[in-house]
C-alpha cells in the first residue's frame, strides 16, 4: 500500500529537482556564484515544501482509507471493514488500493502498473460516481456470487484536486435466492372453462352426456398433472387449476397445449370441444389472482373462446384465439339487456350516442337504433358525431332532412356543455376508450353503456352499466336491431333508421358475403318487415367514377407477401372508405387470403385489414395497437413513416404464422 501510495503522491517532480540543481551546477561552472547559490537556495525550499505537503496528503489519505475500512469492536478496538473494498482514482479508473477481502473476492493482484477497475469488475463505469449517486444501477457477478455495489466520490486535498471512487461491494446471493425462490412459487390461479359445453350435451342422452364429461375431464386432467397443482372441477363446465408461478413458463411456452389437445374430444355429432383459459399472476393475495383469473375469463369469451388470457397487475396477454368465433349468442340476453336499457334511458336527463372516430355506416346505423330507443320513451337523443371527418356522409345528408333528427347530431365540445351528473352514454360500435368520438365526454359521463361486435382489447372501456359485447355478431347494428324487437313496435322505427340499420349490416358483412350468421339473416329481415329496401341500401354504398379509379389504384399498388397476403403501402392519402374498398376487393382476387391497405393521415398511419376467416387480422393488427375481429379489422399509428409501420406489420403477421 505504501509503494501505492508513494507513487500517486510523487507526480514526476524529482526530474525536475534534478533539472534544477543541474541549472545550479551549470552557473557554478560559469563563475556565477551568485546566481548558482540564489538557484540552490530556491531549489532546496521546494524541495522542503515539497516534502512537507506529499507528507501531509500522504497521512490524509492513510487516515481516510484507515477510517473507511475499519470499524470499532467492543473491545474499542478496529478491525478491518467486512465489506470487499476499493479506492479507485477517477479519471482512469485506475486501482489505487483495495482490500484483502476485495483481493480475496474479485482476485485483484497488486501490479504495476495499475489495474483497471473494469478489468477486475467486467462491464462496471464509474459515471454513477461522478453523478451523485451512491448506488451503482446493475448488479454485478463474480463467478457464482451476485453483489451490490455501493460507493461515495471524494476529493484530494491537493493542488490538482484529484477525485477518488470509494467502493463497496455487498454480497446479495442469498438473498436474491430467497427473492427467486418466493417469486417462483408464488401462486397462479386459473380458471378452466368449456365454453361449447351446451353445444356439445345439446340433445344428448344423460349417457352420452357422462361419456363426454368423462373424457373432458381426462384430458384437463392429463394436461394439469404436468404442473403439479391442485385441480378442482368448481361446476359441470368449470374448472380451478392452481399452481406455482416457475410453471408458468412451461405453459407459455407450449402456448398452452391443452387449446388444442381438446379439440379430440368430439361429440356424436362431430362437434369437438373448446376451452378457455383465465389465469391470475401477481395478485397480492389468493382472492386478489382469483379476480384476476375472472377477469381473464371474461376477456377470453368476450374475444371469442378457445384461447388463454393472462391477467397480472398492469396488463393482459393473449394466447390462441386463431379460431373462428361460433355463435353462442343468446336471445334472452339481447331481451335482457333491452329492457336494462330502456329503463336506464328512462331514468337520464340526456342520453348521448357515441361511436368510434371517422363514424362509418355501422356506427351511425346503430347509434339511430339507440335513437329510436330513446324516442319511444320520450327522450331527444344526442348523437356525437364528427360532421367534417366521418365515412357516411351520403347518409348523414339523408338523416340532416328528417324532422325527428332536428339538431340531434352535435359535437363532443356541445355535448360536454350539455351533460350533467343525471345523463347517460351509449357507445356503439367500440370498445376501446381511445378511439371514440369524444375521449373527454366518455370521461365526465359515469353511467356508460357499451353495444359492441369487436374483440375486447386490453384496455376496453370501464366502467359500464350496461354492456352487449357480441363478437360473434356481423355488426352492431344487428345487436341493435335485436335490442329494437324486444324494445318497440314496428310503427316505432323511422324508415331513415331501418336503412340505417341494413346500411350498417351491409357494410360490415361486405353484402352479407363474410361473416354472417343465423341471427345476421334473422336481424335482416326484420329490417326488410319494417320496410327497409336493399336497392337504397346499395346505393349508399356506390363510389362516383374518379373513386372507383382510385380503389384500383390502390389495389395495382399491391404486393404479395407470403403468396397469399395482399398489402398495399400508399404513399399519398386516401379516404378510409376507399382504402377499406380496396381491402375488400382484394379478396376476390383468387389465393388471396387477407388484404391490408396503409395510407398516411396527417401526423398518422392509418391500417385497414380484411381476411377470408382463415388469417385473424385482429390479431395480427393487436400489437400494433389495432383492433377488430376475425375478418375486419383496423390500427391507427402515430408518430411512424409508413416504411416503419410497413416494417412493423411484416414482423406481426411472421409472428402470427410461426406461433
Not at 198 to 222: F, R, V, Y
Not at 470 to 496: C, W
Request: aromatic share 8%.
Amino acid at each position: 500500500m505504501k509503494k501505492k501510495l508513494s507513487r500517486l503522491l510523487r507526480p514526476g517532480l524529482i526530474a525536475c529537482f534534478v533539472v534544477m540543481l543541474g541549472f545550479c551546477a551549470a552557473a557554478a561552472v560559469l563563475k556565477q556564484y551568485y546566481l548558482a547559490a540564489g538557484e540552490g537556495a530556491v531549489t532546496v525550499l521546494l524541495l522542503v515544501l515539497y516534502i512537507l505537503e506529499r507528507n501531509r496528503r500522504s497521512r490524509e489519505i492513510q487516515t481516510f482509507i484507515q477510517n473507511a475500512s475499519a470499524a470499532p469492536d467492543i473491545t474499542g478496538k478496529t478491525a478491518e471493514n467486512p465489506l470487499p473494498m476499493a479506492l479507485v482514482r477517477l479519471g482512469d479508473n485506475g486501482i489505487v488500493w483495495a482490500s484483502e477481502r476485495f483481493a480475496a473476492v474479485t482476485g485483484y493482484r497488486q501490479q504495476i502498473p495499475e489495474q483497471d477497475i473494469t478489468a477486475v469488475l467486467p462491464g462496471i463505469t464509474m459515471d454513477w460516481l461522478a453523478s451523485g449517486k451512491t448506488e451503482y444501477p446493475y448488479d454485478v457477478t463474480i463467478g457464482t456470487r451476485r453483489y451490490r455495489v455501493y460507493g461515495s466520490a471524494i476529493r484530494a486535498n491537493d493542488v490538482v484536486g484529484t477525485y477518488f471512487g470509494v467502493l463497496y461491494l455487498s454480497d446479495l446471493t442469498e438473498m436474491y435466492q430467497v427473492r427467486d425462490e418466493y417469486i417462483r412459487s408464488r401462486p397462479v390461479v386459473s380458471i378452466i372453462l368449456v365454453d361449447n359445453y351446451e353445444e356439445l350435451t345439446m340433445n344428448l342422452s344423460e349417457s352420452a352426456i357422462s361419456t363426454m364429461n368423462a373424457q373432458i375431464n381426462d384430458a384437463i386432467t392429463a394436461w394439469a398433472e404436468a404442473y403439479h397443482g391442485l385441480l378442482r372441477k368448481l361446476e359441470r363446465n368449470r374448472y380451478l387449476l392452481v399452481f406455482e408461478k416457475r410453471d408458468l413458463e412451461h405453459a407459455m411456452n407450449e402456448k398452452f397445449s391443452l387449446l388444442e389437445d381438446i379439440h379430440q374430444v368430439v361429440n356424436p355429432t362431430g362437434l369437438a370441444a373448446s376451452i378457455s383459459f383465465g389465469l391470475g399472476v401477481d395478485g397480492a393475495n389468493f382472492e386478489e389472482s382469483y379476480n384476476f383469473a375472472a377477469l381473464s375469463i371474461e376477456m377470453a369469451l368476450s374475444r371469442g373462446g378457445d384461447q388463454a388470457v393472462i391477467k397480472d397487475r398492469l396488463d393482459f396477454t393473449f394466447f390462441g384465439g386463431r379460431a373462428k368465433e361460433a355463435d353462442r349468442r343468446s336471445k334472452v340476453r339481447s331481451r335482457v339487456t333491452g329492457n336494462s336499457l330502456m329503463e336506464l334511458i328512462g331514468q337520464s336527463s340526456h342520453v348521448f350516442i357515441m361511436g368510434h372516430k371517422n363514424a362509418d355506416l355501422d356506427a351511425v346505423g346503430a347509434a339511430m337504433g339507440i335513437s329510436c330507443m330513446c324516442r319511444k320513451k320520450g327522450k331527444k337523443a344526442h348523437i356525437v358525431i364528427d360532421k367534417e371527418r366521418n365515412a357516411a356522409n351520403q347518409l348523414l345528408e339523408e338523416i340532416y332532412k328528417v324532422p325527428e333528427y332536428e339538431g340531434v347530431f352535435i359535437s363532443g365540445d356541445e355535448a360536454l356543455l350539455i351533460a350533467d351528473n343525471r345523463s347517460t352514454l351509449v357507445v356503439v360500435d367500440t370498445n376501446r376508450p381511445d378511439q371514440v368520438e369524444s375521449r373527454p365526454l366518455l370521461d365526465a359521463i359515469s353511467r356508460v353503456c357499451v353495444v359492441d361486435h369487436h374483440r375486447r382489447a386490453a384496455d376496453y372501456i370501464e366502467p359500464v352499466v350496461v354492456n352487449l359485447h357480441e363478437p360473434y355478431a356481423s355488426s352492431a347494428s344487428e345487436l341493435v336491431t335485436e335490442l329494437l324487437q324486444y324494445s318497440v313496435e314496428k310503427q316505432d322505427v323511422l324508415p331513415i333508421e331501418v336503412k340505417s340499420l341494413l346500411a350498417g349490416i351491409f357494410l360490415d358483412t361486405k353484402s352479407f358475403n363474410v361473416r354472417t350468421g343465423e341471427r345476421t339473416f334473422e336481424a335482416a329481415a326484420v329490417l326488410r318487415r319494417m320496410g327497409a329496401d336493399t336497392v337504397e341500401v346499395k346505393k349508399l354504398l356506390q363510389n362516383d367514377f374518379q373513386e372507383t379509379m382510385a380503389k384500383y389504384q390502390i389495389i395495382k399498388s399491391a404486393r404479395l407477401y407470403r403468396k397469399e397476403i395482399a398489402v398495399a403501402a400508399l404513399n399519398t392519402g386516401t379516404t378510409r372508405v376507399l382504402a377499406a374498398q380496396a381491402a375488400d376487393e382484394m379478396l376476390n382476387i383468387c389465393g388471396i387470403t387477407a388484404s391490408f391497405v396503409l395510407y398516411p393521415d396527417n401526423d398518422r398511419v392509418i391500417i385497414s385489414a380484411r381476411s377470408m376467416g382463415d388469417v385473424n387480422v385482429q390479431m395480427i393488427l393487436e400489437p400494433l395497437g389495432g383492433g377488430g375481429n376475425t375478418a375486419t379489422a383496423g390500427a391507427q399509428i402515430t408518430g411512424k413513416s409508413i416504411k416503419e409501420v410497413l416494417d412493423d406489420l411484416v414482423i406481426s403477421i411472421d409472428r402470427f404464422y410461426e406461433t
